[in-house]
C-alpha cells in the first residue's frame, strides 16, 4: 500500500530515475519518464497524498518496480 510523501521526496525520485518536467504551469508539474511515452502529474503541495502516489507509480510503468517507495 501507498503512503504519503514529501514532495521533495518524489521529485528527488522522478530525478535520481531520469524523469523530467515537461508543464510547470498551474498547481501541477507534469513529468515525463526516460522512454517519452509515459507522464504524470504531481500536484506542488507539501505532502503528495497515498492516491497520487499510487497513480504516479501506475502511470509511470517503465520505471522499475518499488522506485519511488
Given at each position: 500500500m501507498a503512503k504519503g510523501m514529501k514532495l521533495r521526496d518524489v521529485k528527488a525520485a522522478l530525478h535520481h530515475q531520469g524523469c523530467h518536467i515537461i508543464?510547470?504551469?498551474?498547481?501541477?508539474?507534469?513529468?515525463?519518464?526516460?522512454?517519452?511515452?509515459?507522464?504524470a502529474n504531481i500536484p506542488?503541495?507539501?505532502?503528495?497524498?497515498?492516491?497520487?502516489?499510487?497513480?504516479t507509480v501506475r502511470r509511470l510503468a517503465c520505471l522499475p518496480e518499488g522506485w519511488l517507495q
Open positions: 508543464s510547470d504551469r498551474g498547481d501541477h508539474t507534469k513529468w515525463r519518464c526516460p522512454c517519452g511515452h509515459h507522464s506542488r503541495h507539501a505532502t503528495v497524498t497515498p492516491g497520487v502516489v499510487r497513480d
